[in-house]
């Protein structure tokens, strides 16, 4: 799918080497991808990039952050979370076979980059696998939070979580 101008795009032409920030601001529906809208994005996106040019590569590091509306795994209940990612992408303007990262190979004459649709990847990979919510006491359980003061022992419930607890304790 070829763009008359890119959504997130970075002008190359005449950039110079050192390191360079660029702020861009959108809607999650001009990505035109209903899988975001899936994913429960419907609001502003904002995205940082920052382009690390030097003599035979260049680096360019993705961050976006933007509010998604989702739903508990465990409850159904609407969640509205801040969703956070990032993405780093090198490139090189000669083939780098002895490096171990993955680069993508670039022309010394490119004019711009396009970032949308690594933006679009970034945005769907910073959606968690599991979303509990915090209201719900059954769904807490799956949180990493202790519910006690700091310093203050917990009983357990039941034997199960008693005998569990002695496990843990014995392998610390």
Not at 72 to 78: E, F, V
Not at 107 to 130: A, F, G, I
Request: with cysteine; charged share 30%; proline share 3%.
């Amino acid at each position: 799918m070829a763009r008359e101008k890119a959504l997130i795009g970075i002008r190359l032409a005449g950039l110079s080497e050192g390191v360079h920030e660029f702020e861009f601001n959108c809607m999650a529906a001009e990505f035109g991808d209903p899988a975001l809208s899936e994913a429960g994005f419907s609001e502003e996106v904002s995205v940082n990039v920052t382009v690390e040019k030097m003599e035979g590569e260049m680096i360019v590091t993705l961050k976006t952050f933007a509010v998604a509306d989702l739903t508990c795994d465990l409850c159904l209940a609407p969640i509205t979370a801040e969703l956070n990612g990032s993405y780093r992408i090198f490139y090189s303007y000669e083939q780098a076979n002895e490096r171990d990262e993955e680069y993508r190979l670039i022309d010394r004459n490119t004019v711009s980059l396009d970032l949308t649709e690594d933006v679009r990847e970034t945005l769907l990979l910073s959606v968690p696998m599991k979303v509990t919510c915090t209201d719900n006491p059954d769904c807490r359980v799956f949180h990493q939070e202790e519910l006690g003061e700091p310093g203050e022992d917990r009983k357990p419930d039941s034997d199960w979580q008693e005998s569990l607890e002695k496990l843990k304790n014995k392998y610390r």
